[in-house]
């Protein structure tokens, strides 16, 4: 059997990509170093795919910052603010990624937002009115060509015409039709330059056609696909879809004239149950997602192969696929040295996906696996079942709460904080380094982190934060960080994942049941609080994302998971407040990632134990003990009241990269909590002037009642640099300072 993938993690087995890019950023090698890079990544990427035995080999999954943002740009839609800019194509693509601020001007970044349910996050292209989208660039063809030039004929892939739509922001005054009809001809153009260049298939990716689609939806994915086919002449035509089933659009898309249909039959549920009822025609490839593009498992051969044959019962023309990209797993399992072999054989990542996919187009039913050792905690598991429907509710209820700490810490309106960790400077990491490698003792890490803490709380203090924080200076990660600490996690010493841009997570894995040995946070908060007379808010990660931004266990349910990690996070808040620690902030910064996509599974399988977990974290506190919690991305308009019964005192979340949008749903749904909406966007070297954010808490206060309302950035400061983040902080203070002189 025919055997493929729908794309390959590019950032390199090393990630070179990302130092690479990093440094031209920093202006240390030129973009013909950079590209040289990327050129040299991409031919690596196609011979070991080669050499796997894959037979179908993409090309154009290879970014350097973004696919949804490689295909705007494809078709020239970048917004006139950045093309003004003057600069070339490729610093005006990083101007649409990371803003840009220089001697040509200022700009911020576009939105940065979740790719579906993944912990990947794409640039939001935004079409301006009477733009003219055309394809303008060359990148995907000359890329078929240098595959072409090693002698491997690759599949070029793009994000598709419906998804780049959907996922697109129309400015006001975009005309909707004309906007189609322009996308389906310029994509009718890639496909007859595809077709020059010489490329016998190409792929078109739609992941927006797993969402629920509303009669409209689907109009414009036929009206878009209609036009553009006219164009295909002898190419053939991939339309692939993942994260789930194509309930809304089967019927479309097995009756136009494309060749290839990509379902996934990991996430999509009723993929084969849409394959049974509606038959599948003879004239088109069935591409099946049977290997998870998603988790860091062995694929279970016995399972895949059964459903397979379910498959072929249906239809012979099938080619083996992955469910996604693997653009979200690691690189290899051949790395990961340092973990026991008893654990790394029962490993997947990249590289082991691709000889899965080869080993089950042979045949193989047996992937040579017993059970899993050491998963068991007993206690754990008679703690989880003795959780009781009282503990999932703080007493007393949030206004009496709300009086109380009003009084208990006095603070002045608008108060001022971060959401916890500072630059993460080249010291401070290579102070973590050389402990890892044992250079240095344990008491000489602590100490030199001690006197970073005692640095960071005096400059806090001076520059008139009024809730004060520690930096996280310990914390690599904050989700590895909790995990390290926690029984029941897994590290991998290189499985990073592309989070965004140059950003890469390295997520633990889940692998038994989870507990705390000791406590993990309070004496690096109770050290900071000791420094100083403004309350220091105690850090730590919630159940919910470090269960998100981990690799999640296969053999218990999510929501188990969950509600162990949550047990041992409610430990350590009661802990840090015996120690005196009054404002303890949970992230739930990756609280939606796990959100069905579809809404009618979005309470049942997942809101209605999520939530509830979080409250069981902070249900045990005083009513003088703030909770404070911090969301990212702002993509939770639409589950508002759900985020509000998290219980919690004050929320903080980004929204400056989003132009405030999520404020008319917060007083559409009457939310309850106090709320924090970011000030200004971390996520960008760019530092806002006192004004810019003296307007910004502004526009705020004209919709948000001031006296629920905190200033501060968008989200964590570690990424940032020291200099940039001092300047802006300070900003940050004076705005605060004016806006209370003008407002209140
Ligand atoms: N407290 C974390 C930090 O400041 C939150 C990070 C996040 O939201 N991603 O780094
Ligand atoms: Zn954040």
New binding site residues.
């Given amino acids: 059997m025919t055997t493929t993938i729908i794309g390959f993690p590019r950032v390199g087995a090393h990630r070179e990509l990302k130092f690479a890019t990093e440094k031209f950023f920093r202006g240390e090698i030129t973009a013909d170093e950079l590209r040289a890079t990327g050129a040299e990544l991409r031919a690596d990427q196609w011979k070991l795919i080669k050499d796997a035995g894959i037979d179908q080999i993409p090309s154009g999954d290879f970014s350097f910052y973004d696919q949804t943002l490689d295909a705007a740009a494809l078709f020239g839609l970048a917004p006139k603010r950045y093309r003004d800019l003057g600069l070339d194509s490729l610093e005006t693509y990083f101007a649409q990624a990371r803003g840009y601020q220089g001697n040509k001007g200022d700009v911020k970044a576009l939105p940065m937002k979740k790719w579906f349910n993944t912990n990947y996050h794409y640039i939001e292209p935004e079409i301006e009115p009477s733009e003219t989208i055309a394809l303008t660039g060359t990148a995907p063809f000359d890329q078929y060509l240098e595959a072409k030039e090693i002698g491997i004929d690759t599949r070029p892939v793009i994000v598709g015409p419906f998804t780049l739509f959907q996922l697109a922001k129309k400015e006001d005054g975009v005309d909707e039709e004309a906007v189609l009809d322009q996308l389906a001809a310029a994509y009718g153009e890639f496909l007859e330059r595809a077709t020059e260049v010489g490329a016998s298939w190409v792929q078109l990716d739609e992941p927006s056609l797993v969402v629920d689609l509303t009669d409209d939806d689907l109009a414009r994915f036929t009206r878009l696909y209609e036009a553009l086919l006219a164009h295909k002449g002898g190419l053939k035509v991939l339309v692939q879809t993942y994260f789930g089933d194509v309930r809304d659009s089967y019927t479309t898309l097995t009756s136009l004239p494309i060749d290839g249909i990509g379902l996934d039959f990991v996430e999509g549920r009723r993929s084969l149950e849409l394959l049974r009822e509606y038959g599948f025609p003879e004239d088109k490839v069935l591409y099946a997602g049977l290997v998870n593009g998603k988790n860091i498992w062995r694929n279970d051969f016995a399972c895949t192969q059964e459903l397979l044959s379910s498959i072929r019962g249906v239809t012979e023309n099938v080619v083996l696929t992955t469910s996604c990209s693997l653009l979200h797993v690691p690189y290899t399992v051949a790395a990961e040295t340092d973990l026991d072999p008893a654990y790394v054989a029962h490993l997947a990542f990249a590289v082991e996906k691709l000889g899965e996919l080869v080993a089950l187009s042979e045949g193989a039913t047996d992937n040579g696996l017993g059970n899993r050792a050491d998963v068991t905690n007993k206690a754990v598991q008679n703690r989880v079942a003795g959780i009781a429907d009282s503990d999932y509710t703080r007493s007393p209820a949030r206004d009496e709460r709300d009086a109380i700490q009003r009084r208990e810490f006095n603070l002045p309106p608008l108060p001022t904080t971060?959401?916890?960790?500072f630059p993460q400077t080249s010291d401070v990491k290579a102070n973590r380094k050389a402990y890892k490698r044992g250079d240095i003792t344990a008491e000489e890490y602590t100490e030199f982190n001690r006197k970073k803490i005692a640095e960071c709380v005096a400059w806090q203090d001076k520059t008139g934060l009024d809730v004060i924080v520690h930096g996280?200076y310990e914390r690599n990660d904050?989700v590895e960080y909790f995990g390290q600490h926690l029984d029941g996690f897994l590290f991998t010493r290189n499985g990073w994942v592309q989070s965004y841009g140059t950003r890469c997570v390295k997520p633990p894995l889940v692998w038994g049941d989870v507990s705390r040995p000791e406590a993990i946070t309070v004496d690096w908060s109770s050290y900071a609080q000791s420094l100083t007379d403004k309350p220091v808010k105690g850090?730590l990660?919630g159940p919910v994302t470090i269960l998100n931004w981990s690799f999640p266990r296969e053999d218990i349910t999510i929501k188990e998971s969950i509600l162990q990690i949550a047990l041992a996070i409610r430990d350590e808040v009661l802990d840090l407040e015996k120690a005196g620690i009054r404002i303890i902030?949970v992230?739930e910064?990756a609280l939606r990632e796990k959100l069905p996509l579809r809404r009618s599974d979005w309470f049942s399988e997942y809101l209605d134990f999520a939530i509830p977990a979080f409250r069981l974290v902070h249900s045990g506190v005083a009513a003088e003990t703030q909770i404070h919690t911090?969301?990212?991305y702002s993509q939770f308009t639409d589950i508002l009241p759900a985020i509000d019964a998290l219980d919690a005192d004050v929320i903080t979340f980004e929204a400056s990269r989003s132009d405030l949008e999520i404020l008319d749903a917060l007083v559409e749904c009457n939310f309850r909590t106090n709320i924090g909406p970011g000030v200004y966007d971390i996520h960008s070297p760019r530092v806002p002037s006192t004004t810019e954010i003296v307007a910004q808490i502004k526009r705020i206060a004209e919709k948000i009642d001031i006296a629920k309302l905190w200033v501060n950035p968008d989200?964590?400061?570690?990424t940032r640099g020291e200099k940039e983040t001092r300047k802006s902080l300070e900003n940050l203070v004076a705005a605060a300072q004016t806006a209370r002189e003008e407002l209140i």
């Fill in positions: 971060t959401i916890g960790s996280e904050m850090m990660t902030q992230d910064a911090h969301m990212c989200c964590g400061l570690k």
